[in-house]
């Protein structure tokens, strides 16, 4: 199993960026897919966005073009560029692993609020 640690959440106004960290513990090239989810308030969780180890991503139609996902193998680390932030993107935001099994960070809270 892989550890996973987020960071980067915060307080945000409309239109803002945030940029959300994922740390792993192992090497992220031996880690088939990573990604995010989120879960706003009274919601379920949502897929948000993922990379597989070859660097093809993917995205929830709502992010497309505001959001970018991205890696820093040398650091082990996923990253999500969050742009032009809506106060319903609000939520807890959760990074995820595929690796032999499902791995979740314990998210943060990202709050866009003016």
């Known amino acids: 199993q892989v550890q996973l640690v987020e960071s980067g959440g915060g307080l945000v106004q409309p239109g803002g960026s945030l940029r959300l960290s994922c740390a792993a513990s192992?090497?992220?090239?031996?880690?088939?897919?990573m990604g995010w989810y989120r879960q706003g308030p009274g919601k379920q969780r949502e897929w948000v966005a993922l990379i597989t180890r070859f660097g093809i991503e993917g995205y929830v139609d709502s992010v497309k073009g505001r959001f970018t996902i991205s890696r820093d193998n040398t650091k082990n680390t996923v990253y999500l560029q969050m742009n032009s932030l809506k106060p319903e993107e609000t939520g807890v935001y959760y990074c995820?692993?595929?690796?032999?099994?499902?791995?979740w960070g314990q998210g943060t809270q990202v709050t866009v609020s003016s």
């Open positions: 192992v090497r992220i090239l031996s880690i088939n897919t």
């Open positions: 995820y692993a595929i690796y032999g099994t499902d791995c």
